[in-house]
């Protein structure tokens, strides 16, 4: 039998803890995307759709906000820009291989028209703008605006609205209403602002403050079209704001790791920036006219998205509910959502004590904690949850003062562990919050018990291991699990049912192996949870036989075997079989009235079982011996059962 069983214990216990979260950060996400380059962004409003232009894969890609794949728009021929219609039904894509524009329908994300821009176009860039569809066209160095009103029947293409521009790279083309913006990226930058309401553009102004001169990588125009900002070189790191009227320059937004890269206004002006940055922060969130991001989002190096966003890789959406993302990596290219981006982030706790008797009344309090005070008359929501409510319980709402705090009493009719949640809807310039602290709730002890611990049984032998439960408050079922010991063979429910009117709950075993068996009681509102084990133990099946005996007669009352002494005895024993495992033979020489030690060793079975084994070697006459089998644990390759030693075979050399 073994000496000693291995205990198996899970400890549980019961600790406050708290926890705040800062805005609703769980709902951001990031999701792989199957493109292979990236071109542009736009985001439908209306069927909450995401499209993303992959020039290298020639096609465009539609997502659903949470950036799962819904369509791909393939057979677009170095699919560039991007421009979705004020009314979110069209999504217009540059098509420079096709020398095209292609519409693409919302309704169902699939090409509805091929607008020709006329042989060797090239058209790379455009925007929707007075109502008509504007896309700069031609080669470098050189370039031309060119239109069409999608709204007649067959849409004249009107080119060469522009004198030639003259720029290495395509000029960048943004829109609000009938207001088009022109901005030329590089060295030597530009910005240029036109009237197109009459399908003519109509120069208001042109130019660029000296500080946003060097190196625009982007611009974005505001929904109103009063102010532009350019992700440009200004110095030290920022992006300009720019007044639309005149071009002047109204102020900047200064970001820590470098120029920034992207520029993206919310309805409300709320402005993101970005930068191509390996190990600092990424995506800068100011309100407008503000020195400092009200937010900030950082992505490490490794992370499942690569941790730079691209170029021109940000966009609103149009109710301003979600920022969308391009980063990328090496792991490939994803879109990130970031929710709630334009109202400032709120962290919330509840601080509620570490135990507390059930039934009596607890205190608890709360803080919520933001950069922007909260409004007069703001509440939270408590929640409780214990093991009556899973889903929780409401405990209603509870006043914000001016400093933040808030604060509850309860009485905790179920014990356990009972977590309180302060859950803060957000208003209009907060984004939601939730918080909240466990308690240890007591609970009454529970009686569980489970019989046969620490027996020995022989092979095969069916054994009832009874669980008994004392009393509860309304749980009675208790699960029974067991655990033959090797690896093979897994823990396993097998059985889970109410006590009987004694409390009893059993399980028939049959003892091939050393086992544990495990009986669980989970609990109830006032009954504690309890877990008990008994380990029982079985032996092998072992048996030895001798063969090639001349004889067999008794000496005393014992059957010998005799062997001539030239004669080598053969011993085949047979024994329950396990992978790798060996029976110990021992042999035993009778001197003088005892038995004395002649030997020991092991031998493996064969995965039949059986071992057969010769003694070979001088054989004395006169002298009785004795040997046997046996399965020691541990020694013979395993400890999935116990020690078992088998009889003793008796045999007599002879002349």
Do not use: C
């Not at 020039?55 to 794949?69: E, H, I, M, Q, S």
């Not at 601080?351 to 950069?371: E, H, I, V």
């Not at 046969?452 to 009832?464: A, F, I, K, M, P």
């Not at 541990?634 to 400890?639: E, P, Q, T, V």
């Amino acid at each position: 039998m073994r000496t000693m069983a291995t205990a198996l214990a899970v400890l549980f216990s019961s600790t406050a803890l708290a926890a705040g979260t800062v805005g609703p950060a769980a709902a951001d996400s990031s999701t792989a995307l199957s493109i292979s380059s990236y071109g542009d962004i736009a985001v439908d409003g209306v069927h909450k759709r995401v499209y993303i232009s992959d020039p290298a894969g020639n096609k465009v890609v539609v997502t659903d906000y949470a950036g799962k794949l819904v369509a791909t728009v393939p057979d677009l021929s170095g699919v560039r820009d991007l421009a979705i219609t004020p009314d979110s039904r069209t999504v217009y894509a540059a098509v420079p291989g096709e020398d095209a524009v292609v519409a693409i329908e919302t309704s169902t994300s699939t090409a509805a028209a091929r607008y020709s821009t006329g042989e060797n176009t090239d058209p790379q860039t455009l925007a929707v703008a007075g109502g008509r569809v504007w896309f700069m066209y031609g080669q470098q160095p050189s370039h031309h605006l060119g239109s069409f009103d999608p709204a007649q029947s067959t849409p004249e293409m009107v080119l060469d609205q522009l004198p030639d521009l003259g720029f290495y790279d395509a000029p960048e083309l943004e829109s609000a209403g009938s207001t088009l913006v022109i901005g030329i990226h590089g060295t030597w930058s530009g910005l240029a602002v036109y009237d197109v309401s009459s399908g003519t553009p109509v120069l208001r102004k042109q130019g660029m403050p000296a500080e946003a001169a060097n190196y625009m990588n982007d611009f974005a125009l505001s929904a109103d079209a009063k102010q532009i900002v350019a992700a440009s070189g200004e110095s030290p790191y920022a992006a300009t704001a720019i007044n639309t009227d005149d071009l002047s320059r109204t102020g900047g937004y200064p970001v820590e790791a470098g120029n920034p890269n992207s520029a993206a206004i919310a309805p409300d002006g709320t402005i993101a920036l970005s930068t191509f940055s390996w190990y600092d922060k990424d995506i800068f969130i100011f309100k407008p006219g503000a020195k400092t991001p009200y937010r900030t989002y950082t992505y490490d190096l490794n992370t499942s998205g690569g941790d730079t966003i691209a170029g021109q890789g940000l966009t609103w959406a149009p109710d301003g509910s979600k920022l969308f993302a391009i980063a990328s990596g090496n792991s490939g290219t994803y879109l990130r959502v970031l929710d709630n981006a334009t109202r400032y982030p709120v962290k919330a706790s509840v601080s509620a004590p570490a135990k507390a008797t059930r039934g009596k009344k607890l205190s608890a309090t709360g803080k919520l904690t933001s950069d922007k005070s909260f409004p007069a008359g703001s509440t939270v929501t408590i929640t409780r949850t214990d093991i009556d409510s899973p889903k929780g319980k409401s405990l209603g709402t509870k006043t914000v003062s001016s400093s933040g705090t808030f604060s509850f009493t309860d009485v905790p009719p179920a014990g356990g562990n009972v977590t309180y949640t302060a859950q803060y809807g957000g208003d209009a310039t907060h984004a939601p919050a939730s918080g909240k602290d466990t308690v240890a709730v007591s609970r009454t002890a529970t009686s569980l018990t489970l019989n046969h611990n620490g027996s020995l049984y022989s092979y095969g032998t069916d054994v009832s291991f009874t669980a008994h439960l004392g009393s509860t408050y309304k749980n009675r079922t208790v699960e029974l699990w067991v655990n033959p010991f090797g690896s093979d063979k897994p823990n396993k429910l097998v059985k889970t049912g109410k006590v009987n009117s004694k409390g009893n709950l059993s399980t028939t075993v049959d003892m091939t192996r050393d086992t544990t068996v495990t009986a669980v009681f989970a609990g109830d509102a006032r009954s504690a949870s309890k877990t008990v084990k008994a380990t029982a133990y079985a032996k092998v099946k072992v048996s030895t036989s001798v063969s090639k005996q001349y004889k067999t007669a008794k000496i005393g009352s014992t059957s010998y075997a005799y062997f001539h002494k030239k004669t080598n005895p053969v011993f085949t024993t047979t024994m329950t079989y396990y992978k790798n495992r060996s029976h110990r033979l021992n042999l035993e020489i009778y001197y003088q009235g005892k038995w004395y030690d002649a030997g020991s060793q092991y031998f493996k079975l064969g995965t039949n079982g059986k071992s057969v084994v010769t003694l070979t070697g001088t054989h004395d006459t006169g002298y009785r011996m004795r040997m046997r089998a046996s399965y020691i644990n541990g020694s013979s390759g395993d400890n999935v059962n116990s020690t078992t030693y088998g009889a003793w075979k008796y045999f007599y050399f002879t002349k």
